[in-house]
């Protein structure tokens, strides 16, 4: 009896884990979300009058930017997730990313202050990426950690449901707002609010991560061990794990409602809905998949995603890119809403179990955020580039391939962690 009533306090605490790890990744991809969403206002608003083209590239550099910081946020706040505990790592990320996209909204545009408001942009970004690049690291490891055994898998697939949340929060405000105001008053005034919202979560965010304990699995091996390993085998095995990861969600997500507008033939209103709707298939296929990690184990998943955007992207943006009618875009990004649910539900237990606890944090932190600054950032820059230097709307889904190849070899390297304890 005393051992049930052990299992379930910790099964209760590992679900009390979740909301307070995943409030902060929440807003970190919602305001990524409304960032992409919003590119074409924010070109004209923070960018001197230029050619349209050029604006948009200058917009998602600064996009892209933010993510050159994330490798650094990766190591020094995982270490300190590492030395310190998880739980001060994730108050401090979430304080932050919420004073960060409260800036963005607050930011007066190039008529009012000039050249001052591109530069305090890109401090916004930097700020946000830095905090980023620790967030997603000790988030998965603070709910991997409180995990019990066999729901690994399930607890730490609602890491990446709260990524893909975030998307569905911002594409679907954005998407609201756009339909609730005219064109207008979205150029004027109303993109502001999405990133002003987002400053609401802050209080919220603070009180759940401090009324939460620190992970067991980090309290135990914290007393037993004095310094962290060198972790270097599966530092870069998790680097190539992510480089797929992060160019699938920035080119089907974050790119997409930009693609069908310009090659699609979509409103920006019915582009952002369909794209609402991909992410809402995604956040609910998410966690199923995670839970069946746990019975089937992760490689399975991992390859069936990898190896569905190696052969499947092409063909699906060629049926896009001469003009598609709503139904096909939508059925479109459902497909890809699963295949990016085999690969995040599976995900982050896959990369957690890589490493050990003490060391998991700054290492998977590292790996990862360095992944997604090279890789994920400045993808929809580099897609913007490359159909611009090629004249051909389907040059994106060669990049995609290429990086399905490369985590594709990466995943029939990694032996099974599903039904093993954590190091």
């Known amino acids: 009896m005393a051992m049930r009533n052990s299992e379930s306090a910790a099964v209760t605490k590992g679900n009390m884990a979740i909301p307070a790890a995943v409030i902060g990744t929440v807003l970190e991809w919602y305001d990524y979300a409304v960032y992409a969403y919003v590119a074409t206002i924010i070109a004209k ?41 998880r739980k001060p790592a994730l108050i401090f990320t979430f304080i932050l990313m919420a004073l960060a996209t409260a800036g963005i909204g607050l930011i007066p545009d190039y008529s009012t202050i000039g050249i001052l408001a591109p530069i305090a942009l890109v401090l916004c970004r930097l700020l946000q990426g830095f905090a980023a690049g620790g967030e997603w690291g000790s988030s998965t490891a603070f709910i991997v950690e409180w995990a019990p055994e066999g729901r690994r898998g399930f607890l730490g697939s609602f890491q990446q449901a709260s990524v893909v949340g975030g998307l569905l929060l911002g594409s679907g405000l954005v998407a609201l707002l756009s339909t609730v105001f005219t064109p207008g008053q979205m150029e004027s005034w109303a993109w502001r609010v999405p990133f002003l919202l987002g400053a609401v979560l802050l209080p919220i965010g603070i009180y759940m991560r401090r009324n939460i304990g620190e992970t067991p699995a980090y309290r135990e091996k914290r007393e ?24 699938a969600f920035y080119i089907v997500l974050a790119y997409m409602p930009t693609f069908t507008q310009k090659y699609a033939g979509l409103s920006r209103t019915a582009s952002l809905w369909s794209n609402t709707i991909g992410l809402l298939v995604a956040v609910v296929a998410i966690p199923l998949m995670g839970y069946l990690s746990d019975r089937f184990g992760r490689k399975p998943f991992l390859l069936i995603a990898s190896v569905g955007f190696l052969v499947l992207t092409y063909p699906m943006f060629l049926l896009m890119a001469g003009g598609a009618p709503i139904s096909t875009v939508i059925l479109i990004q459902i497909v890809f809403a699963i295949l990016l649910a085999s690969y995040s539900g599976a995900g982050p237990a896959a990369i957690a179990e890589l490493f050990p606890t003490l060391g998991r944090s700054m290492w998977m932190s590292t790996a990862y955020s360095l992944a997604v600054a090279i890789f994920g950032g400045f993808a929809p820059f580099i897609a913007t580039w490359l159909i611009a230097e090629t004249g051909s709307p389907m040059a994106p889904t060669y990049y995609v391939i290429a990086a399905a190849i490369v985590t594709t070899i990466v995943f029939l390297q990694l032996r099974e962690t599903a039904f093993h304890r954590l190091a």
């Open 45 to 85: 608003k923070f960018f001197s009058a230029q050619i349209p083209a050029t604006a948009l590239l200058s917009t998602f550099a600064a996009f892209g930017l933010g993510f050159v910081a994330r490798p650094l946020g990766g190591f020094l706040i995982g270490r300190a997730g590492d030395t310190m505990g």
């Open 224 to 247: 037993i061990i004095t310094s962290a390993p060198s972790l270097w085998g599966p530092g870069i095995a998790a680097f190539g794990f992510t480089i797929l990861w992060t160019v």
